[in-house]
């Protein structure tokens, strides 16, 4: 029973270290101040369980699918927003968070809206189905491998870059011939690509999906272990979620009633971040400030 | 009449959207960055009601009056216990909007904590038939809300205007640094700032108690409302956000109208994009903070 | 005759309008930036000269009023980057340099053609700039470790990064904006020293300055700017005699 626990939580731990990278390609390496990361988590997770449930398609098309279905919402987040600077970015991605929430919520027809989708399939391919957790777990840790070497190799590379170069300095790099513009939208489609995944990965692990995983409280999760790990910190973004997890968890051995457990688990994410801003704003591994 | 009905309750809703709005927008104007954690300040004016009078069983008038001053100080707190270190610290306007997150994440749980999560209601003024006008029905608790709403908008315009302290105000709201090298202490303007503008919010949190029921989540709710009306009246326009609301109001009990009323909340939301992206200066503002 | 003109012009502006608020900060400004030469644009604070850098890159766009690259007339409505792409570097009187990315970083991503395409950035060939990198931080002078970042650089060396980026992006011509406001005598010669190694080598520089001892021995022809327009213009012993430059610099 333990066993099965700590895996659970692990898988949980591998679900954020894909979207704490994935927020920190668009939010510190690019500087996008985006909230509205989770509403692309939510709908990676909701079009991989659609694709999978409605149209028959087998877990790998359904899996990727939904990274490209996100990414193109990404695109239409950026791509709307573009004239949108600072504070009011902040605000409009937010706003798509909780449009999204609500068209989750109100599209009944396609989400079944509050009463969510129960019996998502378990991933299965070449013949195999990962029934159980300690399969799930393995899968779990070698698509975060692949994750983070995908993600590693693009931070790294003259693209990724060229992203911090547009954090810093947009006119300064607009005058060296780079379109930012183009940049920015490449940077949240890659962005919302792997949310999904992590959205893909959640959704088939626990196989209940209903709007309330994908509200404001989880975005303040998400940005709580993406300013802990540090902006812009590769290291940082694989570190933190183990720690941000990690510890609500132990608040379970304290044999706390369930009812109070919730709002502790959340008065702990946010009391952290509310410290981290005030006393480590580059996180425990960042070099950057987010300005 | 549904329609006199609709515009009634247009005109309710949109009140205590405005109340939100004004203050969330007098905080905005004077510090220049999003006090999201405004909306937490309506759960504990409407959760500090219930305690002082429901459960400690003070009498009404007294327990409404402690209410609005320990929000206004609450708010105060806020301001001089998270705000200001941060701001002191040089911190970017986009790491205190992600702390006024936390902040409201943080103390909406503390008060499920303290009081559940379950719905709560104050049980005052509540069972009573309404007056029929024009066909519409309206309580006098909804015709008490409008009126305190209404004779609290014309005072803080009175004081925005007519004040030593309402023109500081707006002189800083204009142009900081300006204001400072003529005298204005920026810092006094920021504390009544949200002295003011957190009174506001416990005014809301009281009557949106007395009409609704209450929930811990119920700030967040109403600050995106109060944020809408704000966008579509012009952020950083106090004058600005009390019309913006009340056609927030307008549009989401019209809206329903058209719509199954579970898009109520999403007319909001999509109000909001709209706005942000296509009039981010809102209807009565000017374009400030769009572009660098 | 004209046409002919045209051609030993790398920019020629006519007309060029520009207001902010009613207040004109290009005025009717025409002018014309020859091949292979240093042209210096001088005036008073506010005279409109950062504005016309601006102009030419597209960082404002005018109200009115063309602007001529080589012979083809640069369209209004083409966005900053690509006027950039056109073959115009420029610096700014604030170097705009990258605060967390090292001094090879900001060098790599002026060479580069292709650093904007993921697919290329991951599986391309990896560029070599090593040489040229070399090559252009001794020419500025810059020798500081490659790794250092750009916030830890001093005023100064900022100054000579910023110049570095703008000879490494590919250009024909370059756009300095006062590139020694603010810098001390020494690295103010030595920067005077690096344009000159650059007039040498054939290259086409427009250079916004305050100070006229400055550009005196410098440049091949001066425009004096006033009120967004130019009041005078020749080479500099003509500048140096010329009455309405001496008022519009000392009724200042």
Same mark, same amino acid.
Request: proline share 3%; aromatic share 10%; charged share 15%.
């Given at each position: 029973?333990?066993?099965?626990?700590?895996?659970?939580?692990?898988?949980?731990?591998?679900?954020?270290i894909?979207?704490?990278?994935?927020?920190?390609?668009?939010?510190?390496?690019?500087?996008?101040?985006?909230?509205?990361?989770?509403?692309l988590?939510?709908?990676?997770?909701?079009?991989?369980?659609?694709?999978?449930?409605?149209?028959?398609?087998?877990f790998?098309?359904?899996?990727?699918?939904?990274?490209?279905?996100?990414?193109?919402?990404?695109?239409?987040?950026?791509?709307?927003?573009?004239?949108?600077?600072?504070?009011?970015?902040a605000?409009?991605?937010?706003g798509?968070?909780?449009?999204?929430?609500?068209?989750?919520?109100?599209l009944?027809?396609?989400?079944?809206?509050?009463?969510?989708?129960?019996?998502?399939?378990?991933?299965?391919?070449f013949?195999?189905?990962?029934?159980?957790?300690?399969?799930?777990?393995?899968?779990?840790?070698?698509?975060?491998?692949?994750?983070?070497?995908?993600?590693?190799?693009?931070v790294?590379?003259?693209?990724?870059?060229?992203?911090?170069?547009?954090?810093?300095?947009?006119?300064?790099?607009?005058?060296?011939?780079?379109?930012?513009?183009?940049?920015?939208?490449?940077?949240?489609?890659?962005?919302?690509?792997?949310?999904?995944?992590?959205?893909?990965?959640?959704?088939?692990?626990?196989?209940?999906?209903?709007?309330?995983?994908?509200?404001?409280?989880?975005?303040?999760?998400?940005?709580?272990?993406?300013?802990?790990?540090?902006?812009?910190?590769?290291?940082?973004?694989?570190?933190?979620?183990?720690?941000?997890?990690?510890?609500?968890e132990?608040?379970?051995?304290?044999?706390?009633?369930?009812?109070i457990?919730?709002?502790?688990?959340?008065?702990?994410?946010?009391f952290?971040?509310?410290?981290?801003?005030?006393?480590?704003?580059?996180?425990?591994?960042?070099?950057v400030?987010?300005? | 009449?549904?329609?006199?009905?609709?515009?009634?309750?247009?005109?309710?809703?949109?009140?205590?959207?405005?109340?939100?709005?004004?203050?969330?927008?007098?905080?905005?104007?004077?510090?220049?960055?999003?006090h999201?954690?405004?909306?937490?300040?309506?759960?504990?004016?409407?959760?500090l009601?219930?305690?002082?009078?429901t459960?400690?069983?003070?009498?009404?008038?007294i327990?409404?009056?402690?209410?609005?001053?320990?929000?206004?100080?609450? *708010? &105060?707190?806020?301001?001089?216990? =998270?705000?200001?270190? #941060? %701001?002191?610290?040089?911190?970017?306007s986009? !790491? /205190? $909007?992600?702390?006024?997150?936390?902040?409201?994440?943080?103390?909406?749980?503390?008060?499920?904590?303290?009081?559940?999560?379950?719905?709560r209601?104050?049980?005052?003024?509540?069972?009573e038939? *309404? &007056?029929?006008i024009?066909?519409? =029905?309206?309580?006098? #608790? %909804?015709?008490?809300?409008?009126?305190?709403? !209404? /004779? $609290?908008?014309?005072?803080?315009?009175?004081?925005?205007?007519?004040t030593?302290?309402?023109?500081d105000?707006?002189?800083?709201?204009?142009?900081?640094?300006?204001?400072?090298?003529?005298?204005?202490?920026?810092?006094?303007?920021?504390i009544?700032?949200?002295?003011?503008?957190?009174?506001?919010?416990?005014?809301?949190?009281? $009557?949106?108690?007395?009409?609704?029921?209450m929930?811990?989540?119920?700030?967040t709710?109403?600050m995106?409302?109060?944020?809408?009306?704000?966008?579509?009246?012009?952020?950083?326009?106090?004058?600005?956000?009390?019309?913006g609301?009340?056609?927030?109001?307008?549009?989401?009990?019209?809206?329903?109208?058209?719509?199954?009323?579970?898009?109520?909340?999403?007319?909001?939301?999509?109000?909001?994009?709209?706005?942000?992206l296509?009039?981010p200066?809102?209807?009565?503002?000017?374009?400030?903070g769009?572009?660098? | 005759?004209?046409?002919?003109?045209?051609?030993?012009?790398?920019?020629?502006?006519?007309?060029?309008?520009?207001?902010?608020?009613?207040?004109?900060a290009?005025?009717?400004?025409?002018?014309?930036?020859?091949?292979?030469?240093i042209?210096?644009?001088?005036?008073?604070?506010?005279?409109?000269?950062?504005?016309?850098?601006?102009?030419?890159?597209?960082?404002?766009s005018?109200?009115?009023?063309?602007?001529?690259?080589?012979?083809?007339?640069?369209s209004?409505?083409?966005?900053?980057?690509?006027?950039?792409?056109?073959?115009?570097?420029?610096t700014?009187?604030d170097?705009?340099?990258?605060?967390?990315?090292?001094?090879?970083?900001?060098?790599?991503?002026?060479?580069?053609?292709?650093?904007?395409?993921?697919?290329?950035?991951?599986?391309?060939?990896?560029e070599?700039?090593?040489?040229k990198?070399?090559?252009?931080?001794h020419?500025?002078?810059?020798?500081?470790?490659?790794?250092?970042?750009?916030?830890?650089?001093?005023?100064?060396?900022?100054?000579?990064?910023?110049?570095?980026?703008?000879?490494?992006?590919?250009?024909?011509?370059?756009l300095?904006?006062e590139?020694?406001?603010?810098?001390?005598?020494?690295?103010?010669?030595e920067?005077?020293?690096?344009?000159?190694?650059?007039?040498?080598?054939?290259?086409?520089?427009?250079?916004?300055e305050?100070?006229?001892?400055?550009?005196?021995?410098?440049?091949?022809?001066i425009?004096?700017?006033?009120?967004?327009?130019?009041?005078?213009?020749?080479?500099?012993?003509?500048?140096?005699?010329?009455?309405?430059v001496l008022?519009?610099?000392?009724?200042?």
């Amino acid at each position: 029973m333990i066993e099965q626990y700590i895996m659970s939580v692990f898988i949980y731990v591998c679900i954020y270290i894909i979207l704490t990278l994935s927020l920190n390609i668009s939010l510190g390496y690019t500087g996008l101040i985006n909230l509205g990361h989770i509403a692309l988590f939510g709908i990676g997770a909701y079009s991989s369980t659609l694709l999978m449930m409605n149209l028959d398609l087998p877990f790998i098309i359904s899996f990727l699918s939904a990274g490209i279905i996100t990414s193109l919402f990404g695109l239409l987040l950026v791509f709307a927003t573009k004239k949108l600077k600072g504070d009011y970015f902040a605000l409009a991605t937010l706003g798509f968070s909780f449009v999204i929430y609500s068209l989750l919520l109100n599209l009944v027809g396609l989400t079944r809206g509050p009463l969510g989708i129960p019996g998502i399939p378990k991933p299965s391919f070449f013949g195999i189905t990962l029934t159980t957790t300690f399969s799930y777990l393995l899968f779990a840790i070698f698509i975060t491998a692949l994750c983070v070497f995908i993600i590693y190799k693009i931070v790294h590379s003259p693209f990724g870059r060229l992203l911090q170069a547009t954090r810093d300095d947009e006119i300064g790099l607009r005058v060296l011939g780079k379109n930012t513009n183009l940049l920015k939208y490449k940077s949240m489609m890659i962005s919302a690509f792997f949310a999904a995944i992590a959205g893909s990965l959640f959704a088939h692990y626990i196989t209940f999906i209903d709007p309330t995983s994908f509200v404001l409280h989880e975005v303040i999760l998400l940005l709580t272990m993406v300013i802990v790990g540090g902006i812009a910190s590769f290291k940082g973004s694989i570190i933190a979620p183990f720690i941000i997890i990690l510890i609500p968890e132990l608040l379970r051995f304290l044999s706390i009633p369930s009812a109070i457990l919730g709002p502790m688990r959340q008065i702990i994410y946010a009391f952290i971040l509310l410290l981290i801003l005030y006393y480590k704003p580059r996180g425990l591994f960042g070099r950057v400030d987010l300005a | 009449m549904v329609f006199t009905q609709l515009l009634i309750n247009s005109l309710i809703i949109g009140s205590i959207y405005a109340l939100v709005a004004a203050g969330f927008s007098l905080i905005y104007a004077t510090n220049k960055f999003l006090h999201l954690a405004h909306g937490v300040c309506i759960t504990v004016g409407a959760y500090l009601l219930f305690l002082l009078f429901t459960q400690l069983n003070i009498s009404f008038p007294i327990a409404c009056i402690l209410t609005i001053i320990l929000t206004s100080l609450f *708010g &105060l707190c806020l301001y001089l216990l =998270i705000y200001r270190p #941060l %701001q002191k610290k040089k911190t970017s306007s986009v !790491i /205190l $909007l992600i702390a006024s997150l936390g902040l409201l994440i943080l103390f909406q749980n503390i008060i499920q904590l303290f009081f559940g999560a379950n719905v709560r209601s104050l049980g005052y003024l509540r069972i009573e038939h *309404g &007056l029929t006008i024009f066909g519409a =029905i309206i309580t006098k #608790l %909804q015709i008490i809300i409008m009126c305190v709403a !209404i /004779l $609290l908008f014309i005072g803080l315009l009175f004081f925005m205007k007519k004040t030593k302290l309402g023109r500081d105000m707006r002189a800083v709201a204009d142009n900081k640094e300006l204001a400072s090298i003529v005298g204005i202490n920026p810092k006094k303007v920021a504390i009544y700032s949200f002295l003011i503008g957190s009174a506001l919010a416990g005014v809301a949190g009281i $009557l949106i108690g007395l009409e609704q029921n209450m929930e811990p989540t119920m700030g967040t709710e109403l600050m995106i409302k109060g944020f809408t009306g704000a966008i579509i009246g012009g952020i950083g326009t106090v004058a600005g956000a009390i019309p913006g609301s009340y056609m927030l109001g307008i549009a989401e009990n019209f809206g329903i109208w058209y719509l199954p009323s579970g898009y109520k909340d999403a007319i909001a939301f999509i109000l909001l994009f709209i706005f942000l992206l296509f009039k981010p200066e809102g209807l009565f503002g000017v374009v400030k903070g769009v572009k660098e | 005759m004209k046409q002919n003109l045209i051609k030993q012009n790398l920019i020629t502006i006519k007309n060029l309008k520009k207001s902010f608020g009613g207040i004109n900060a290009l005025d009717n400004c025409s002018l014309e930036i020859k091949k292979n030469k240093i042209t210096a644009i001088i005036g008073p604070n506010g005279s409109g000269k950062s504005t016309l850098f601006h102009a030419i890159s597209h960082l404002i766009s005018a109200d009115s009023g063309e602007i001529y690259l080589d012979e083809n007339e640069i369209s209004p409505n083409m966005p900053d980057y690509w006027i950039a792409s056109l073959g115009i570097a420029r610096t700014f009187q604030d170097a705009r340099l990258f605060r967390n990315l090292t001094i090879q970083d900001h060098l790599e991503i002026a060479l580069s053609q292709n650093d904007d395409s993921l697919l290329k950035s991951l599986f391309g060939k990896k560029e070599n700039f090593d040489e040229k990198i070399k090559e252009i931080l001794h020419l500025v002078g810059l020798n500081k470790p490659l790794n250092t970042l750009a916030t830890d650089l001093s005023y100064g060396q900022r100054k000579l990064l910023d110049l570095a980026a703008a000879i490494a992006k590919p250009h024909s011509i370059m756009l300095l904006d006062e590139p020694v406001a603010g810098v001390n005598p020494v690295l103010r010669n030595e920067i005077k020293h690096i344009l000159k190694e650059l007039h040498k080598k054939g290259e086409t520089i427009v250079i916004i300055e305050h100070d006229m001892n400055f550009i005196m021995d410098l440049v091949d022809y001066i425009y004096v700017f006033d009120y967004g327009a130019v009041i005078a213009e020749g080479i500099p012993k003509e500048i140096q005699d010329n009455k309405k430059v001496l008022e519009a610099y000392l009724g200042d």
